[in-house]
């Protein structure tokens, strides 16, 4: 039993280590602070505390973990401990972030700003839709601005949770809030993206069941993905087959990401079929464009938040990881902001327009789905 550091370079060969079950007290891959026996050899009176430290040295600079390590099997250990990780400062101060988060706390502040100045914009212009244009803005629209809402008190709370973090050493209470604010962000993302996709609110004011089940399903299969992958990274490798526990909710949450692209397809196939369709063909030919164009937005946003962004994270320097959350804030604001585009209140929208006798096929094709499936 004993304590240990790792490079970050070194965790796959760790994570090998740690499948096969060695005791990675003694592997190549760490250096070895201190172990059981020399606290029991280093205090001689009972309650004595142990106090150690370590500084590691400017030419051996880099992201290290800190771990405790119990390769005595059918035993169990307790005890009460205090760990300050921290880097030295001018003037003596101590930064309790790792040279790779530094610029965090910034970085987050300012993309609290940017994401506030696009749900003010978006406001503002649903506000001068609705009064210049009735009948322009749709429900989906009032469900786009609460999502850039979300982001943006989201995005706050990692400000704010990296800069206590950076002075205290703690969170002080704000990774609960952003925990919260982050599940409901990715609850309200993927409902936005799959009614979208549907159709729902600006090719037809319903959902078939198809569509239903998705959301059904989805959804909170998304949630509880975003929850346990938060639980796993609180708890760390402690948890018995936390490895593998992370790889499943990893795919978990591409899974999901993946099945919302399934109703996005089926307005697609509706759409090309209907362009067949005389009389309407210009109008259905605008739409299924339109949408040809969401798919491949979707697609490129989920493999360059989800792969890309964590390739960067496990590749870059140890002082330039923040370079990776980055990439995935302005990547989301390149998404939101074509998507409100795309999708923006126009009345005389060819994209969004529906005239009666659509709707009235539409109603129809609903209702024959819901009879075939009862």
């Not at 740690?18 to 309650?47: N, P």
């Not at 973090?165 to 952003?178: L, S």
């Not at 946003?301 to 370079?323: E, G, P, S």
Request: proline share 2%; charged share 20%.
């Amino acid at each position: 039993m004993g304590f240990l550091i790792s490079f970050a370079k070194a965790d796959a060969e760790l994570e090998d280590e740690l499948a096969k079950g060695t005791c990675i007290l003694d592997s190549q891959y760490v250096k070895k602070l201190f172990t059981m026996q020399d606290i029991a050899d280093q205090t001689t009176e009972e309650g004595q505390d142990f106090v150690y430290s370590n500084t590691i040295a400017k030419d051996m600079a880099g992201q290290y973990s800190l771990y405790f390590v119990n390769c005595v099997e059918h035993s169990a250990v307790s005890f009460d401990i205090t760990v300050e990780l921290y880097n030295h400062m001018e003037g003596g101060k101590k930064d309790y972030l790792s040279a790779g988060e530094k610029p965090l706390p910034t970085l987050y502040f300012l993309c609290f700003c940017a994401f506030v100045a696009m749900g003010c914009a978006w406001a503002w212009n649903l506000h001068t839709s609705r009064n210049t244009q009735p009948g322009s803005v749709q429900k989906i629209h009032l469900l786009m601005l609460l999502l850039v809402m979300m982001k943006a008190l989201t995005v706050l709370c990692q400000a704010l949770m990296f800069h206590s973090r950076r002075v205290k050493g703690d969170a002080d209470g704000w990774n609960i809030a952003y925990y919260f604010f982050t599940s409901v962000r990715g609850l309200m993302l993927f409902t936005v993206v799959v009614l979208i996709g549907t159709g729902w609110s600006f090719l037809k004011p319903f959902l078939n069941e198809r569509e239903k089940n998705v959301l059904m399903i989805v959804i909170p299969m998304q949630v509880f993905a975003n929850i346990a992958t938060i639980v796993l990274d609180d708890n760390g490798v402690a948890l018995a087959g936390w490895l593998e526990w992370r790889d499943l909710f990893h795919l978990l949450d591409i899974a999901c990401c993946c099945a919302i692209l399934f109703p996005i397809v089926w307005s697609i196939k509706h759409l090309r079929e209907a362009a067949l369709t005389d009389g309407k063909k210009v109008r259905n030919m605008n739409k299924l464009i339109l949408f040809r164009q969401f798919y491949v937005m979707v697609v490129a946003y989920i493999y360059f938040t989800r792969i890309i962004v964590y390739l960067l994270k496990q590749t870059m320097a140890y002082n330039m990881t923040w370079l990776a959350d980055l990439a995935s804030e302005a990547a989301t604001m390149c998404f939101y902001c074509v998507t409100g585009y795309m999708f923006r209140p126009i009345p005389d929208n060819p994209y969004l327009h529906l005239n009666e006798d659509e709707l009235d096929e539409e109603s129809i094709e609903m209702y024959v789905e819901e009879g075939r499936s009862v």
